[in-house]
């Protein structure tokens, strides 16, 4: 699989990216906010790519907010 995102020495392939940005989804559903609104505050780096991903995949909308 190709790699799709490195930073910091944290190398996650498509497939890795699909399968955590799903499991966002899966967490922000399981918590009633599919469809809703998310505000996520993180810093630059491969988390903060994985939650604005997995809210997508749940079908909510985002607010990125960055700390720094």
Same mark, same amino acid.
């Given at each position: 699989d190709a790699l799709a995102l490195v930073c910091e020495g944290e190398r996650l392939?498509?497939? &890795?990216y699909r399968q955590r940005a799903r499991?966002? !989804?899966a967490a922000l559903a399981s918590r009633g906010v599919a469809g &809703?609104?998310?505000?996520?505050? =993180?810093?630059? &780096?491969?988390?903060?790519?994985? !939650? =604005?991903f997995g809210v997508q995949v749940a079908g909510a909308a985002t607010a990125a907010l960055n700390p720094d």
């Amino acid at each position: 699989d190709a790699l799709a995102l490195v930073c910091e020495g944290e190398r996650l392939t498509y497939a &890795g990216y699909r399968q955590r940005a799903r499991t966002v !989804a899966a967490a922000l559903a399981s918590r009633g906010v599919a469809g &809703g609104r998310v505000a996520i505050m =993180l810093r630059n &780096g491969i988390d903060i790519a994985l !939650a =604005l991903f997995g809210v997508q995949v749940a079908g909510a909308a985002t607010a990125a907010l960055n700390p720094d």
